[in-house]
């Protein structure tokens, strides 16, 4: 098997570019670092494409792997051919593999077992050599195998114990069942049967759905029907189509006096043996691709949300909804810290209005509160209604925003929550976590675990090592294309760096403690176990905005310190021009008319690095995330009763999904924009249009108050780029 053509062909990238991937990541380098400093060397090969480009490596290995494996233990059995060898070499999957190595595997007893123990199996070739004639005829023969004693009482049960075997023998023929998978790929249909009255899964009570074309997210919905008891699900297949198929492969003679016998083994083999099995392979393929489907997804979702504009230089009142316990605040600074922290009940049993809105108000003037970041979850539909009226009322410029708390509570009471805040409840922390997201989604949601921020779906039926190791990966290299500020991050923050782990983050804010702010990146080689390569890997990506080396503060390695210092040199600045932090604005526009290539070769380094090094220095400490739309911040509360057909709003898009996407309008339901509603043209998956965080146009469709959902449309709506 080559694998490297293989991952030419299937991820559209050159051989080379492949080889010197493979290289460094071979060598321990990790996926941002190459992404962002070795791309010269790839061929400037993205992360996504290098982390798709590691997944199929790792697969196709263990796939080589699991070749040697099979070919070692059928070599020791001394059934090795040339045909099976070739076999192997050719399969490109593990089930192909594993196909291959079924008649050799040991079994546990088994009908056809059984037989071969009788001593049945010459009986079982002599009726699969299928002759025009037999002397003595087959039933004669067959009587020449009755043995009291090894159970076979008679001629029937001869025959019987030879087609049991012959039904084995044809199950565990890896061609067959090959064919037999591909056209009940094909040809068959996912089947299913209401078993109990569970609203939620009416519309699959029953479905006829051919399996090819079943929607991912139909499959997931299917399987957790099942898992519940709501339905039954099976696979239909048309018989005639497969069993012919089957019989043009094994009958060889259809007018052998064995025909009969073979027959009848080769449709019980289908039925007892070959169709389960298929059945069970199918849908775990349809499983395996839905649940591949909805971690890119997810995926997507999760990347576009932690790259949401941060609240940059704000003071944020965090409100976390509740009723029977209050409402939970907390007054969070624009450095992120916390200034007051206060419970208020203006909600239900309590309705302790006039007492809240004194307090807000309070904390509002005395903080200078710019922002009320208010969770979404229980009571946020009154705690919105009680904010926009205080507001309202205070007559001040501070605005308020709905803030998705999935996950708030899962780092409420955790082991990171406690350490950071020991003195604060579970809900106090809740407060600062929904002020923190506001202000920096990035800095915040890393301290949760992927899995409950809230913007996937199904994700409980994935496998959880793979939606783990893509989710860890989204928020890695989310973390590395934004940097961190080495002398305020987090550990949790610290521990997504490329090179870094948990362990030498917690280091690095232990020794920062004790030692005061780092004075410049280099110093950060002084902390315990943080050696050369961690530091090569970790080093771009890490800030020191206050280090007497501009540089620090950029996205420049420094590694290649020499070569940005040399361009503004050849360009003519002087050395203090970077000083002021303003960037070299002109710069780009100089290097063009110096030439690209020209100034790359008298510096010594790639024309894909230099292009990055200007970018830098046009705007040192830049931030790419302030390119995004801001978060929208409202005034005043808009209620489900209120919406009419056709009214035009703005939303902020919370959550893609392959049926559509989920729209924040302000009022406390989401709205569906229906993947037929986004946009004339068409599209085969909302994701082409929509990300998590566009600000877009809506018109209200539909309003189901009794179900509380909102149908949207943004075809035709002005104001959207689609």
């Not at 009291?148 to 565990?172: N, T």
Request: hydrophobic letters at 40%; aromatic letters at 6%.
């Amino acid at each position: 098997m080559d694998i490297i053509k293989i991952l030419k062909d299937e991820l559209q990238i050159t051989e080379k570019q492949i080889t010197a991937s493979i290289a460094l990541l071979d060598e321990g380098n990790t996926v941002p670092f190459i992404a962002r400093y070795r791309k010269e060397v790839t061929g400037g090969l993205n992360d996504e494409q290098l982390r798709k480009l590691t997944e199929r490596l790792t697969y196709l290995r263990g796939l080589e792997k699991r070749k040697e494996e099979v070919r070692g233990l059928i070599t020791g059995l001394e059934k090795m051919t040339d045909e099976i060898d070739a076999a192997i070499d050719a399969a490109l999957t593990m089930t192909e593999v594993e196909d291959i190595y079924r008649p050799f595997r040991p079994k546990r007893r088994t009908r056809a077992s059984v037989a071969r123990e009788k001593g049945l199996e010459p009986l079982a070739a002599l009726l699969m050599a299928q002759k025009n004639t037999y002397d003595p005829p087959i039933l004669t023969a067959a009587e020449g195998f009755v043995d009291g004693e090894k159970g076979v009482e008679d001629a029937a049960g001869a025959l019987q114990g030879a087609q049991d075997i012959i039904a084995e023998d044809v199950s565990d023929n890896a061609e067959y069942r090959k064919l037999l998978r591909t056209l009940t790929w094909k040809n068959g249909h996912i089947c299913t049967k209401k078993l109990a009255d569970m609203p939620v899964y009416e519309q699959y009570y029953e479905v006829k759905e051919r399996i090819s074309a079943i929607p991912s997210h139909r499959v997931l919905a299917i399987n957790r029907g099942e898992a519940e008891g709501a339905i039954r699900v099976s696979i239909d297949m048309e018989q005639d189509i497969v069993k012919n198929a089957l019989f043009a492969e094994v009958i060889t003679n259809p007018k052998s006096p064995a025909f009969t016998y073979v027959a009848a083994a080769v449709v019980d083999s289908y039925d007892r043996l070959i169709a389960p099995a298929i059945e069970r392979e199918i849908r775990n393929e349809l499983t395996d691709i839905a649940g591949e489907g909805a971690i890119h997804l997810f995926s997507l979702n999760l990347r576009n949300l932690l790259l949401q504009p941060p609240l940059k230089g704000k003071t944020v009142l965090g409100f976390d909804p509740g009723y029977r316990t209050g409402c939970k605040l907390a007054v969070v600074t624009k450095t992120g810290s916390v200034a007051e922290t206060a419970v208020i009940y203006p909600t239900k049993p309590h309705e302790r209005i006039e007492e809240a809105r004194k307090k807000v108000t309070d904390l509002i003037r005395r903080y200078k509160v710019d922002v009320v970041a208010i969770g979404n979850g229980t009571a946020s539909g009154e705690s919105e209604m009680f904010i926009a009226d205080t507001l309202a009322s205070l007559g001040c410029d501070t605005k308020y925003s709905i803030v998705s708390e999935a996950g708030a509570s899962v780092y409420s009471a955790s082991k990171l929550g406690a350490e950071e805040f020991p003195d604060f409840d579970v809900t106090e922390r809740s407060a600062v976590s929904i002020a923190r997201r506001l202000q920096d989604p990035l800095a915040e949601l890393v301290k949760i675990d992927p899995k409950s921020i809230g913007v996937g779906q199904y994700q409980h039926d994935m496998k959880e090592s793979r939606l783990d190791e893509a989710l860890s990966g989204v928020v890695e290299d989310c973390v590395n294309a934004v940097g961190v500020d080495l002398n305020t991050a987090s550990w949790s923050l610290l521990s997504y760096i490329a090179g870094i782990n948990g362990t030498t983050a917690k280091n690095i804010v232990k020794y920062r403690e004790e030692n005061g702010e780092f004075p410049d990146r280099a110093s950060v080689k002084k902390v315990p176990r943080f050696g050369a390569k961690a530091y090569e890997q970790a080093a771009g990506f890490l800030r020191v905005p206050g280090s007497d080396e501009i540089l620090d503060n950029t996205g420049v390695h420094p590694e290649s310190y020499h070569a940005a210092k040399k361009l503004c040199s050849l360009l003519d600045y002087p050395a203090s021009a970077l000083e002021n932090g303003k960037g070299l604005s002109d710069l780009g526009a100089k290097v063009k008319a110096y030439g690209i290539k020209k100034l790359a070769e008298e510096i010594g380094c790639g024309e894909m690095t230099l292009a990055d090094i200007v970018k830098e220095l046009e705007k040192p400490g830049r931030d790419i995330r302030d390119n995004l739309p801001a978060p929208i911040l409202r005034e005043k509360v808009l209620t489900l009763e209120e919406l009419t057909v056709g009214q035009q709003l703005t939303g902020t898009v919370r959550n893609v999904v392959d049926f559509g996407a989920f729209v924040d309008i302000g009022v406390h339901q989401d709205g569906l924009v229906h993947i037929s509603e986004i946009t004339e043209k068409y599209i085969k998956h909302p994701s082409q249009v929509l990300a998590v965080g566009d600000i877009v146009q809506v018109a209200v469709k539909s309003v189901d108050t009794a179900r509380k959902r909102i149908g949207l449309t943004m075809k035709g709506v002005p104001g959207n780029k689609v």
